[in-house]
């Protein structure tokens, strides 16, 4: 079973990205999934997540109403949208997958898949 994501790269403030994550493996189509991400010296942190529907989702406060979680189950795929990137985003955005839950969680413990991780660099 397998995360990858993509889409990272070096953006300026201001700037858009989307992230994809594409599960193989197995399909996630009936589970949360979410991401996280991790600045350099700092814990990794939630961003978002979405139910298996894609009815219910969650969002950082900080990143609320500039990103946009989707998925489309027919492409085993979750997306992230960033807009209005600030350099404060700067980091190493992963996506995971919860096959245990049906809630959407904002804890990386309740998520027993993980990504490998994609770099989003966005530069003042």
């Known amino acids: 079973v397998q995360l990858q994501a993509s889409g990272g790269g070096l953006v300026q403030a201001g700037g858009s990205l989307r992230l994809s994550c594409a599960a193989s493996?197995?399909?996630?189509?009936?589970?949360?999934m979410g991401w996280f991400r991790q600045a350099p010296g700092k814990e990794r942190e939630f961003v978002a997540a979405i139910s298996w529907r894609g009815g219910t989702t969650s969002y950082l406060d900080s990143v609320k109403g500039r990103f946009t979680i989707s998925r489309d189950n027919a492409k085993n795929t979750v997306y992230l949208q960033m807009n209005s990137l600030k350099p404060e985003d700067t980091a190493v955005y992963f996506c995971?997958?919860?096959?245990?839950?049906?809630?959407?969680?904002?804890?990386?413990?309740?998520?027993?898949?993980w990504g490998q991780g994609t770099q989003v660099t966005v530069s003042s």
């Open positions: 493996g197995r399909t996630f189509s009936s589970n949360p």
């Open positions: 995971a997958a919860d096959s245990r839950g049906l809630r959407v969680g904002v804890h990386g413990r309740e998520y027993d898949y």
